[in-house]
């Protein structure tokens, strides 16, 4: 659905264009685009290589597992319908410590598989409530180290580009815990619906 969208607004903004005579404009603006884009992912690499390297160096020496071992408690509150040594929960914990060091794109592989292992579980097509909670999180997901906003600052020339930390990691504390409690809230809605 969202690709229709996308597509429909490309199609109108160059219509558009082509009525009111500014495709010039416009193929000026896709092409130094396109070049910004390029530059932006080129100098995004280097940053993603180096926390991904990190991740792996924090996998190896054990901290990855130790962040498991200390989340793992909390996590079973919240997924209470996953069994302790269950695969889901695995990647679940997986996903969430990538996701604390604001590796989205290293964390995404975990997620899907999370959400395999989850759909297996449930024996469904229909999102069950675990999904549910993990999708909510995975949303908001608490981040300590905002690794993409802080490349991206550099990039552009910030003259502090760290100083997004603290304020990133109380908005994403703010929003993980405003998810997981709406989640809860419409999880017992639901529940009394079907009873």
Not at 55 to 61: D, L
Not at 108 to 117: F, N
Request: aromatic share 6%; charged share 15%.
């Amino acid at each position: 659905m969202i690709n229709v969208i996308w597509a429909l607004m490309a199609i109108i903004g160059i219509v558009y264009a082509m009525i009111n005579g500014t495709m010039e404009e416009v193929n000026k603006a896709l092409f130094e685009g396109a070049d910004e884009a390029v530059t932006l992912v080129i100098s995004l690499t280097s940053v993603l290589v180096f926390w991904l390297g990190m991740m792996r160096i924090a996998e190896k020496a054990g901290i990855l597992r130790g962040l498991s071992t200390l989340f793992k408690p909390v996590v079973k509150k919240v997924f209470p319908e996953i069994p302790d040594n269950h695969p889901a929960m695995g990647y679940i914990l997986a996903n969430f410590s990538a996701n604390l060091f604001g590796l989205g794109n290293a964390a995404t592989p975990m997620g899907i598989k999370a959400m395999e292992e989850m759909k297996k579980l449930s024996g469904s097509e229909k999102a069950s409530n675990s999904m549910i909670t993990f999708l909510v999180i995975n949303t908001s997901s608490i981040t300590i180290v905002p690794t993409t906003v802080i490349a991206i600052r550099m990039e552009y020339g910030s003259q502090a580009p760290t100083e997004i930390v603290s304020s990133t990691l109380v908005a994403t504390l703010v929003t993980t815990i405003s998810a997981i409690l709406v989640d809860r809230l419409l999880r017992r809605r639901r529940e009394k619906m079907r009873h």
